[in-house]
Structure formats: structure tokens, C-alpha cells
């Protein structure tokens, strides 16, 4: 597994609308670890609303709040009494339009408390992000393991940003150090159109390229311009170039079936289809 894309999918199985249970995510999860490319893999997401409502095995986990923030420090408390591994919380810290702040000090109140446990604050794309990201930077300068998460889909057009718009905030997450985390919308390597929806899903391999452009200090436009990519011919080359690299910026997404973006990377030639 070239380094690029290590870790860069998260097992997204037990998220909503899922029809699986736990057990059944867990078995897959492990078949997926002991894999070829498990190093592709991140974490299996477990939503905090079902931790307590029936056994839960061993495994590593990462943690998706769905309660309030103030459950979040007892639900940890509850999985690793059960012999989990939590390897991250993901906490929304606003809904759409509100004043991000107030969820951002619960958040970091959690990360106080919780030592070196990451923390990812899913920040809406709308008013008062960029002092959102103020607030995460300053987090971090002060040791915390905190940073920001983003949605870039969902089930109405304004939650897909355009490529502009998802530039500016790869760009000022650069501009401030800081890794981030994407969320929902990203079904496929390059951009696209649902047919059945009619909106335009952002590519994870159209995010990876662009983070590598903003890395090396392209302007909004340029990251934008990868961005809008929707043919994989101008993704694949650069791709290739920093495959042997660390992936900058861009910590990864979840995905309900992670063996369709792998599919997608082997067709595309930047993964061997591999047999070790």
C-alpha cells in the first residue's frame, strides 16, 4: 500500500442508514484488517448511541458522538471498560448557521480531561469557520489533540460546497497547520453527479491531489482546479508522483463499504490490486 493513501479510509459499515448491527460490522472489520490492504484502513466508526445497548467486543474504535458532549467522557470511560480501544472521538460542534464556539470549548474540555485521545470537532461549512479554525489552532499550539472535521455532503445542495469554496477551507486549514477530516459526500475517487439526486459529489482522489497542490503552496484557484477534475486523467499523474510520500493535510473519510474506493484505486493504477 503506497504511504499515500495509508489509513486513508475509515470503516464507515456501522454509520447511519447502515442495516448491519455490531456484530456483523465488527467480523467484516476484522476480515478487512487481515487483508491485503489493511493498511489502507483507519478506524471502524462506532456512534456513541449504541455503546451500552448490547455487548460490545474487543476492538479498536473510533468514537462518532452523536450525544451531547457532555456524555462523550463517559461513553470513552464505558468502551474501554469493555476492553476498546478508542483510537479518536469525532464530535459535531454546531449545527449549520449556529455560533460554533460554545461546542468548541465542550470539545476542548473533553480534550483537557482526555490526554493525548485525538479529537476531530466537525466544524460546519457556513458562518464563523474561519475563527472556528482560529480557536482548533490555538487548541493545538497549546498541546491539544484537537482538529477540525468538515461535511461536504449531505441531503441538501448548500451541504456540498463548491470546488471554490472547499479550496478556501483546505487553504486556511494549511495557512493554520492543520490536518482535517472529511465527512459524508464522497462516494467515488473524482468528481461527479448522482443521477439520482442531481448533486455534484467531491472525489476523495480529487481532495488527496488537491491537499498535495495546497501543501506545496498553490492558491485557492489551483486547488480549486483540482478540485473540479471531473476525469481522472489530471489526478492519476500527480497521484503517482507522491505516492511513496506522506499524505498532507487530508487524515482521511469514512466509508460504508470500504472495498469500493480500494476497487477505485486499483482500476485507476495507483494501487497494484495486490497479492503479497
Excluded at 25 to 53: D, F
Excluded at 191 to 201: C, I, K, L, Q, V
Amino acid at each position: 500500500m503506497p504511504p499515500l493513501y495509508a489509513g486513508l479510509i475509515d470503516d464507515a459499515s456501522l454509520l447511519p442508514p447502515s442495516p448491519i448491527g455490531l456484530a456483523d460490522a465488527v467480523a467484516k472489520h476484522h476480515e478487512h484488517a487481515a487483508s491485503w490492504y489493511r493498511n489502507l484502513l483507519g478506524s471502524l466508526l462506532v456512534p456513541a448511541s449504541i455503546v451500552g445497548t448490547e455487548p460490545m467486543p474487543r476492538l479498536t474504535a473510533g468514537l462518532i458522538g452523536d450525544v451531547p458532549a457532555a456524555v462523550l467522557p463517559v461513553t470513552v470511560d464505558k468502551l474501554r471498560a469493555a476492553g476498546v480501544q478508542v483510537l479518536h472521538v469525532e464530535a459535531a460542534v454546531a449545527r449549520r448557521g449556529e455560533d460554533p464556539q460554545p461546542g468548541l470549548a465542550a470539545l476542548r474540555s473533553l480534550a483537557e480531561t482526555q490526554a493525548g485521545l485525538p479529537l476531530y470537532a466537525e466544524i460546519p461549512l457556513s458562518w464563523g469557520l474561519l475563527g472556528a479554525l482560529d480557536t482548533v489552532a490555538e487548541a493545538r499550539g497549546s498541546g491539544l489533540a484537537i482538529a477540525p472535521k468538515f461535511r461536504v455532503g449531505g441531503l441538501a445542495a448548500e451541504l456540498f460546497p463548491t470546488p471554490v469554496e472547499l479550496a478556501a477551507v483546505i487553504c486556511a486549514c494549511r495557512d493554520r497547520g492543520l490536518p482535517f477530516k472529511l465527512a459524508a459526500g464522497l462516494r467515488h475517487a473524482t468528481r461527479h453527479t448522482d443521477p439520482e439526486t442531481g448533486f455534484t459529489h467531491h472525489g476523495f482522489l480529487n481532495v488527496l491531489v488537491a491537499t498535495v497542490v495546497a501543501a506545496q503552496g498553490g492558491e485557492v484557484a489551483e486547488v480549486a482546479e483540482s478540485l473540479a477534475a471531473t476525469h481522472p486523467v489530471p489526478l492519476v499523474e500527480p497521484a503517482r508522483t507522491h505516492r511513496d510520500g506522506p499524505r498532507p493535510l487530508f487524515l482521511g473519510f469514512g466509508a460504508a463499504n470500504v472495498v469500493e474506493p480500494l476497487t477505485e484505486l486499483v482500476r485507476l493504477g495507483l494501487i497494484n490490486g495486490g497479492y503479497e
